[in-house]
């Protein structure tokens, strides 16, 4: 065995062409023969290269999804909830307010709010880049304004869901809980 030589063997038989793969050597076998054990120490080589080549795989996958979707405890308490009467759904578009476009909705809640009873309303509107915020307002029997918000598709936020709530909201018109 020449000098050359020697600087791509390793003591397991194995030497690398700088591609990533590794290629079993003859194993001192005259004529570049391959023996059994040769061809063992190549498949091992070759599954410990798939695994890990696989779980990087896996580890890129899970930091690109950004890992923010799993158990968002909001939206497991939203659909947890015992579901109250629908006012319905309203759909806003850029610009249009919920007085003028949901009168008969605020009318459903705010009977609901003077019967002591039960209520929910969807709204549906853009951000200004025109990525959808859904709104669940939660009017329950005690007169609590619950808001979930799910902001999941809005690509400039955290893509979350967020929650808030007051106690007898005066004005359901406006239906916000300030700070």
């Known amino acids: 065995m020449t000098v050359a030589d020697r600087s791509i063997w390793h003591?397991?038989?194995?030497?690398?062409?700088?591609?990533?793969?590794?290629?079993?050597?003859?194993?001192?076998?005259e004529g570049g023969g391959m023996?059994?054990?040769?061809?063992?120490?190549?498949?091992?080589?070759a599954a410990v290269s798939m695994r890990a080549r696989l779980v990087a795989v896996a580890?890129?996958?899970?930091?690109?999804?950004?890992?923010?979707?799993?158990?968002?405890?909001?939206?497991?308490?939203?659909?947890?909830r015992t579901e109250f009467s629908?006012?319905?759904?309203?759909?806003l578009d850029q610009g249009e307010e919920m007085q003028k476009q949901a009168a008969r909705e605020i009318v459903c809640l705010r009977?609901?709010?003077?019967?002591?009873?039960?209520?929910?309303?969807?709204?549906?509107h853009p951000t200004v880049e025109g990525d959808p915020i859904r709104e669940y307002y939660r009017l329950t029997p005690q007169g609590r304004l619950e808001v979930y918000t799910d902001s999941t598709d809005d690509h400039f936020?955290?893509?979350?869901?967020?929650?808030?709530e007051?106690?007898?909201p005066e004005w359901l018109?406006?239906?916000?809980?300030?700070?």
């Open 86 to 91: 629908s006012c319905g759904e309203v759909s």
């Open 11 to 29: 003591g397991s038989g194995t030497h690398a062409h700088g591609t990533g793969f590794i290629e079993a050597a003859s194993d001192g076998q």
């Open 166 to 168: 007051c106690y007898t």
């Open 157 to 164: 936020s955290d893509q979350k869901w967020s929650f808030a």
């Open 111 to 124: 009977r609901a709010l003077k019967n002591g009873e039960g209520a929910e309303l969807k709204v549906t």
């Open 35 to 45: 023996t059994a054990q040769g061809r063992a120490r190549r498949c091992r080589a």
């Open 173 to 179: 018109a406006e239906i916000s809980c300030d700070p």
């Open 59 to 80: 580890l890129a996958s899970l930091l690109a999804a950004g890992c923010g979707t799993l158990n968002d405890p909001v939206k497991e308490r939203w659909d947890s």
